[in-house]
């Protein structure tokens, strides 16, 4: 028994596709793009607002032991700085309208990086190569006032819950697309929506840390100073100038600041208090990683 196959006639109504194989896969991958910014984007405002409805104690609660855990045995010195740093907070705190269940922790950490950071649950850190490159200490305390500013509006929180849907959401679409490109761009493209939401936090610090300034040394002049430092180091900062990675322009940091003061009335120049005591600039050629 024998018989031939043929293919059966198309039916008139199906039209053969004309397009491109490469152009439908990068529809298709730009959609997959397209949904995952979109999602990150809503997660990442859903977390905006979640954050700060959460109890405070909840994430000291978390945070505390992590910092128990991770804090190096200190040295009289680091220890002397830590105290002076924890100093000058208080000071600020005082005039910065913290919730009263709020507490802010600063830690000494003797790393040479230009950084400092805050943390989940009021623990900020501050490193010996910021305040080695301080000019003076009212530039110092804006560093801190910035830091606890996030601390008083749960932006850590905030930033974790962010880290943790965008993490979800590329499982999920971020699946292999046998492509190394393809991957880097799925993998890379939901993160720009989380770029704005940095700056955004930013700039609402820069704004307390401006009135916190005013407030506890009569002038914002040290708050300029600080910008000052990071914009002559901004030619580094992909090399260890990790503080100004993801921040604002620092030019508009600085003409924000201006702008401020004039509205407000505040001064841009006074007298600066110099660091001093455990504070005060070590001799750097005494230690390596300076």
């Not at 004309?18 to 997660?43: F, M, N, T, Y």
């Not at 607002?49 to 200190?74: C, V, Y």
């Not at 010996?128 to 509006?153: C, Q, W």
């Amino acid at each position: 028994m024998s018989g031939r196959y043929e293919n059966p006639t198309q039916p008139e109504q199906v039209e053969a596709g004309d397009g491109h194989p490469l152009l439908e896969v990068a529809i298709l991958l730009g959609g997959v793009v397209a949904i995952g910014a979109a999602l990150i984007a809503a997660i990442a405002f859903g977390a905006t607002w979640i954050a700060p409805k959460i109890p405070f104690r909840f994430e000291k609660q978390l945070a505390d032991g992590f910092f128990q855990e991770q804090k190096p045995s200190s040295d009289k010195e680091s220890l002397s700085r830590e105290q002076a740093l924890r100093a000058i907070a208080g000071r600020l705190t005082a005039e910065m309208d913290l919730p009263r269940n709020m507490s802010i922790t600063v830690h000494y950490d003797p790393g040479a990086v230009l950084n400092a950071f805050a943390s989940l649950g009021g623990h900020i850190v501050i490193y010996r190569g910021l305040i080695e490159r301080m000019p003076n200490e009212d530039a110092l305390a804006a560093v801190i006032a910035h830091e606890i500013a996030h601390v008083r509006h749960r932006h850590p929180a905030a930033s974790l819950g962010r880290g943790v849907a965008f993490a979800l959401v590329l499982s999920v679409i971020g699946m292999s697309t046998r492509s190394g490109v393809a991957d880097r761009v799925v993998g890379a493209a939901p993160s720009l929506a989380l770029l704005k939401f940095s700056r955004d936090q930013e700039e609402e610090a820069d704004a307390d840390a401006v009135l916190a300034i005013a407030k506890v040394y009569g002038h914002v002049g040290g708050i300029q100073d600080l910008f000052r430092v990071f914009q002559d180091a901004r030619p580094d900062a992909p090399g260890g100038v990790q503080f100004l990675l993801t921040h604002p322009v620092t030019a508009q940091r600085l003409q924000n600041v201006a702008t401020t003061a004039a509205r407000q009335g505040w001064a841009t120049t006074g007298d600066r208090k110099p660091l001093d005591g455990p504070l005060k600039k070590t001799n750097c050629a005494k230690e390596p990683t300076c």
